[in-house]
């Protein structure tokens, strides 16, 4: 059962969202809050796998929540996942770097949003396409972040390489594919290169090797 907190300062969008995971037999929605003070207390509360936090809410905001419960080794286990209604802006590279798990467009179907939940809650780096191809467009013109390219020394070649697949866009699956071994070895690989950078996830992952330079974004 995937466990989920909602997070919005809007009643009637939690009560869209919470009808579409109420039909499903795996998810259950544990506890509902209007800011960001209130969901961290939810969150302690419930332990959930998956929090939906709206980026802008009064209070304590999206971003500031994402980042106490990414510092709190209680809530490990609790993947954040970001809503917002613009798309790509400044908050993305705020709230990945703050440890979210992902981003999701509020006009998301109801299909698309049912897979997002369950691949966030399987702790796979979660963003909607929309934002994906423009938030790597915006490392085009973004120099490297001071220190970052020390942290591939820690890695080896296949753990640079399963981590450059990553940033790619590839599941454990497609990676096993291209490098030829099995998924559990590429989980493996990533998992080992999460730990070695630190990473709470592989959203984290795909920032670090903008950021390193382990990957360069195409021009079109």
């Known amino acids: 059962m995937i466990r989920v907190l909602l997070v919005d300062d809007q009643p009637l969008l939690r ?5 579409i995971l109420d039909l499903e037999d795996d998810i259950e929605v544990v506890a509902e809050a209007g800011d960001g003070l209130e969901c961290l207390a939810l969150v302690r509360r ?12 009064p209070v304590v905001d999206g971003i500031e929540a994402t980042r106490r419960i990414s510092a709190d080794p209680a809530l490990a286990g609790v993947h954040v ?22 981003f999701l467009v509020k006009d998301i179907v109801p299909e698309d949003f049912l897979h997002a939940v369950r691949v966030a809650a399987r702790g796979d780096a979660l963003l909607a396409p929309s934002i994906t191809r423009k938030l790597i467009d915006r490392y085009v013109a973004q120099p490297l972040r ?14 640079r390489e399963a981590v450059a697949l990553v940033a790619q866009g590839l599941s454990n699956d497609q990676i096993a594919e291209h490098m030829l071994i099995s998924p559990m070895t590429a989980k493996t690989h990533v998992n080992r290169a999460m730990a070695k950078l630190h990473a709470r996830d592989r ?5 670090y090797a903008y950021e390193s330079g382990l990957v360069t974004p195409r021009t079109r």
């Open 146 to 159: 001071v220190g970052t390219e020390k942290g591939l020394e820690e890695l080896t070649n296949r753990e």
């Open 203 to 207: 959203a984290q992952l795909v920032i």
């Open 81 to 102: 996942v970001i809503l917002t209604n613009y798309g790509l802006d400044e908050y993305v590279f705020d709230a990945l770097r703050a440890g979210a798990a992902g």
């Open 15 to 19: 009560s869209g969202f919470r009808a």
């Open 46 to 57: 419930h332990l959930p796998d998956i929090a939906l936090i709206d980026v802008q809410m």
